[in-house]
C-alpha cells in the first residue's frame, strides 16, 4: 500500500530540475486578440519607455510564472507599451530549478550560469535576457518589490516608493524558503536556504571552502542540493525527520533504492530525528547541528531545505485560501477580484482531474498556468484549466558522475502501489485504485518514448490487469500490459 503524499492540494513538491526540451506547448502566433477580461481599463502609453504612472498590465513577480507570462504577451502582441513586471530580484527571470542542481557544481565541472538558463529555454523557447525585455517594450522594475496595493483604485506601490496604476494584475509572487528562527541558529553565516540566484551565489561560496555539509530536509531540495554538493567530493549528511527520503513520494522500497544510491556516492543519512538548534564556532559562523537526541553533527556548511511557504503579501485583501495556502482563483486564474489573476506556486486553483483545490509547487505548472491566465485574460478563450500533476527530478548530472538520475511522475499516487524493474537499469511504480485503475506512474531511467507514455496513462486512467503487471519481468513489459489498456 502506498504511504500516499498529502494529496497534491498541500502542494508537497517543489521543482529542481530542467525539464526535457521538448517542442513547445504554446500556441501558434496569431493576430493580437481583442481584450474581453473582466477590467476596468487604463490607458497605456504610446511608447515602449512608459510617459506616465498608467500600467495597462503588470505583473507581480520575477520567477518563471513571470517570464512565461511575459512571452505570451508577446506572443499575442499585447507587449510592447502595455506590460510592466515589478521584480524583488535584480535578473530578469529565469529557470529556478537550476539553483539547486546545475548551479552548485564546481567550476571544473561545468555549472550552469546566467544569462544560460533565463526562461523560457526548459521549455525549448527563446532566452529572454534584460535585453529581449527591452527589445519587446516591456519595462522590469528589479529589485523593487510591491509593498502595498489600493484594490479600489487599482494602484501598486512598491518598496522604493513608485506608484503604478494598473488594468488588469497578474499576481505570481511564488514562495518562500522555510526558515529556521534567528534564536536556533537560523540566521548564522553558513546557514543556506535556496530560492533564488543570490542564495545559490553564497552557497557556490561556501561550498567552496567547505569539508562538512550538513543538509537538513530529505526531500526535493535536500535531494538535488546533497547530490550537487556529491561533485565537491565533501563530507555530506542528510539529516530529516521522516523514516525514508522523499516519504510523500517514494515508496519504503523506491526510497531504500535511492539511498543505497546517494551512499554508494558518499552522502550518510540521519534519519527519524528532528533538529535542537545549530551553533556557531568561535567565529561566528555554523560549526556544530545538535540533535533531539542529543547527537551533534559538525558542519561548516548547513543547507535548509525543509519547505516553503506561499508569498501572498500584500495581497491577503484579494482573498486567500485557508485549507491549501495561497490565494484562491478559479479554472481561469481569476481572483474575486475583477481584473486580479493569480499564478504559478501562489495560485490555489481548481484541480479538475481529481476534482479539489490545490497549490502547485513546480515549474512545470508555472509555465502552463501562466500562459492559460495570459491567453484568459487576452481573448476569449474560457476553457477551465485542466492540469495533470507532473513532477520530476535530475541529480547527479555533474561530470564523472557514475550515473545521472532523471525520474519522472505523473498523476496522484493514492491507492496500492505495484514496483516493476531492476534499479540499476530502471525502476516504474504504479499506483492502482481498488478498481485497478492507473492513478499514478513513476518512471526512472526511461527512454524518451517511454516518458512520453507516462502522462497518457495518468491522464486517461485505464483498468489494468494487476496479476499481469504484478507478474512483468522488466519496466518494458509493464508499459506493454499498461499501454495495452489504454
Not at 39 to 60: D, G, H, K, M, Q
Not at 139 to 154: F, G, R, S, T
Request: hydrophobic content about 40%; glycine content about 8%.
Amino acid at each position: 500500500m502506498s504511504s500516499a503524499l498529502r494529496r497534491m492540494s498541500t502542494s508537497p513538491f517543489s521543482s529542481c530540475a530542467f525539464q526535457q526540451r521538448t517542442s513547445s506547448w504554446w500556441p501558434s502566433r496569431r493576430p493580437p486578440s481583442t481584450p474581453t477580461s473582466r477590467r476596468s481599463l487604463v490607458v497605456a502609453a504610446a511608447a515602449s519607455n512608459f510617459a506616465n504612472e498608467n500600467r495597462e498590465y503588470v505583473i507581480v513577480g520575477g520567477g518563471n510564472a513571470a517570464g512565461y507570462a511575459a512571452r505570451t504577451f508577446v506572443e499575442h502582441g499585447m507587449a510592447d507599451g502595455r506590460l510592466c513586471i515589478v521584480s524583488k530580484e535584480a535578473v530578469a527571470p529565469y529557470e529556478r530549478p537550476a539553483l539547486t542542481k546545475g548551479y552548485l557544481f564546481p567550476l571544473d565541472k561545468k555549472p550552469a550560469r546566467l544569462p544560460g538558463f533565463h526562461t523560457c529555454v526548459g521549455a525549448g523557447g527563446e532566452r529572454q535576457t534584460s535585453e529581449w525585455y527591452k527589445e519587446h517594450g516591456i519595462e522590469v522594475l528589479y529589485e523593487d518589490p510591491v509593498a502595498a496595493i489600493d484594490i479600489q483604485n487599482q494602484i501598486l506601490t512598491t518598496s522604493s516608493g513608485n506608484h503604478l496604476k494598473y488594468g488588469s494584475l497578474i499576481i505570481s509572487t511564488g514562495c518562500a524558503a522555510v526558515r529556521f528562527p534567528e534564536n536556533i541558529g537560523g540566521n548564522l553565516p553558513g546557514v543556506h536556504y535556496i530560492r533564488d540566484v543570490a542564495d545559490a551565489d553564497s552557497l557556490v561560496s561556501s561550498l567552496e571552502k567547505a569539508k562538512k555539509v550538513v543538509v537538513i530536509g530529505g526531500g526535493y531540495i535536500g535531494m538535488e542540493v546533497a547530490a550537487a554538493a556529491a561533485g565537491w567530493n565533501l563530507d555530506i549528511t542528510i539529516i530529516f525527520p521522516e523514516d525514508r527520503i522523499m516519504p510523500r513520494l517514494f515508496t519504503p522500497s523506491l526510497a531504500r533504492r535511492y539511498e543505497e544510491l546517494y551512499q554508494k556516492n558518499g552522502i550518510k543519512f540521519i534519519k527519524g530525528v528532528l533538529i535542537d538548534k545549530l551553533e556557531g564556532g568561535t567565529d561566528g559562523r555554523v560549526a556544530t547541528v545538535l540533535l533531539r537526541n542529543g547527537s551533534i553533527i559538525e558542519a561548516d556548511t548547513v543547507i535548509v531545505g525543509i519547505g516553503a511557504k506561499p508569498v501572498v503579501s500584500p495581497f491577503e485583501a484579494v482573498g486567500l485560501n485557508n485549507n491549501v495556502g495561497g490565494i484562491q482563483v478559479d479554472s481561469l486564474f481569476r481572483t474575486s477580484i475583477p481584473g486580479i489573476f493569480a499564478i504559478g506556486d501562489v495560485a490555489a486553483f481548481p484541480l479538475k482531474i481529481y476534482d479539489r483545490m490545490a497549490r502547485v509547487e513546480h515549474v512545470d505548472h508555472a509555465r502552463k498556468s501562466a500562459q492559460h491566465c495570459v491567453r484568459t485574460l487576452l481573448t476569449a478563450h474560457t476553457q477551465p484549466y485542466d492540469y495533470l500533476p507532473f513532477f520530476y527530478s535530475r541529480v547527479f548530472e555533474y561530470e564523472g558522475s557514475s550515473r545521472k538520475i532523471w525520474w519522472q511522475f505523473y498523476g496522484d499516487n493514492v491507492g496500492d502501489t505495484i514496483e516493476v524493474g531492476d534499479f540499476d537499469l530502471k525502476v516504474a511504480t504504479f499506483w492502482l485504485d481498488s478498481e485497478s485503475r492507473v492513478k499514478g506512474i513513476f518512471l526512472e531511467s526511461g527512454s524518451p518514448e517511454e516518458f512520453s507514455l507516462l502522462p497518457k496513462l495518468a491522464k486517461s486512467q485505464p483498468v489494468v490487469d494487476r496479476a499481469k503487471l504484478q507478474s512483468a519481468s522488466s519496466v518494458e513489459e509493464a508499459l506493454e500490459i499498461a499501454s495495452s489498456s489504454l
